[in-house]
DNA sequence: GTCTATAATTAGATAGAC
DNA sequence: GTCTATCTAATTATAGAC
């Protein structure tokens, strides 16, 4: 179908721009370069998006539709679940929703001094839904020490998953092994949420 | 004096060159923007510096003049002081020197993926020597373990800073002001080294 | 729907006035 | 040493062919 394939390249091209943007900011890239990653012409892109302004929305909306899936079980645990295993649970999936997907953190790092319209609309629209059912997780720690936690917690599940390269080459550590992205989800664990 | 003021120049231009870098990336900055920034006229930089690679270098320098000034008396305690407290001493450090130089973070972030000569430059040069002396004050956990906290305490430390407003008009807490800093190094070396 | 061609703007680097 | 003017290349957005 027309529509199907429509919605496919459409994908395609939000995708690009999502990683594009994350690796190297708004200004940063170009939508033509955009264009290469996803295989079509630049002239497609304001077709599909009236303005490189509009494909930013639309690769936030995915990046977040991919966020809310992954961390879904965690955010709404069963009740049976131990509030402390809970907690744990949460930094678990943090690190290897960080590891999947280091554009996240990436990407929200990027709006924060580009421009104030993107940002706000950012926050409101994707990043406080999300912030609630962090915090209802977290319910029971001061309310005073919840952005502190959540930083805390962002910061140290996946600065390493940012930085792939350059902690291979400090430390001789690859962060993209499936063996390192454990190690640090056992330490993390351990570290913040002790049993 | 002449160099006196060259020098004063310079190290306007790179300040401003730093600054802008560590918010919109390599790419994403123009030189005239940094001009701007800087009160000097875009030829000027040129002049100074051969190229924007060149001013990327000088800028980079400047930083981890700083960091290592900021760092120093962390980095090398006197024996006098337990090696436990040595390591809460270091995290609430990285939180100040986070909270003061949130373009540290986002600096060494924006050099991974935008080009491998300046980022194997810089790990070189700039880093490894700084990750040694982390490493002194860490020497006592298991080495397999250092990669893993030096990542958990840069972005546990600094990543609240790099979002200043977003974390403001999410929380509504303002990681600018010296109350809130306080609390996230109290928080943090109270989570991640406990006495 | 997708591409090529192009218009208007902005980029980094150079040349020359002062 | 600093600025203005300008060159060439790259940028976003548009127009029109298919």
Known sequence: MRAEQREATR???VTA???????????????????????VSQGLLTYHFKSKDALWRAAADQLFAIANDSMQEVFSPPASVEPLQQKRNLIRQMVYFSAAHPEFIRFMLEHEKENSDRSRWLVETHLRPMYKKFVHV?????????????????????????????????????????????????????????E
């Open 11 to 13: 994908e395609q091209i």
């Open 17 to 39: 721009a999502l990683l594009a943007i994350s690796e190297s900011g708004f200004n940063g890239v170009s939508t033509r370069t955009i264009a290469e990653r996803a295989n």
């Open 138 to 194: 977290m319910g029971d720690i001061p309310e005073t020490d919840l952005p502190h936690a959540l930083y805390t917690f962002a910061g140290a599940s996946g600065l390493i998953f940012c930085a792939p390269n350059e902690c291979k080459q400090l430390t001789g550590v690859d962060p993209g092994s499936k063996a390192v992205i454990k190690r640090h989800a056992d330490y993390l664990v351990n570290l913040m949420v002790p």
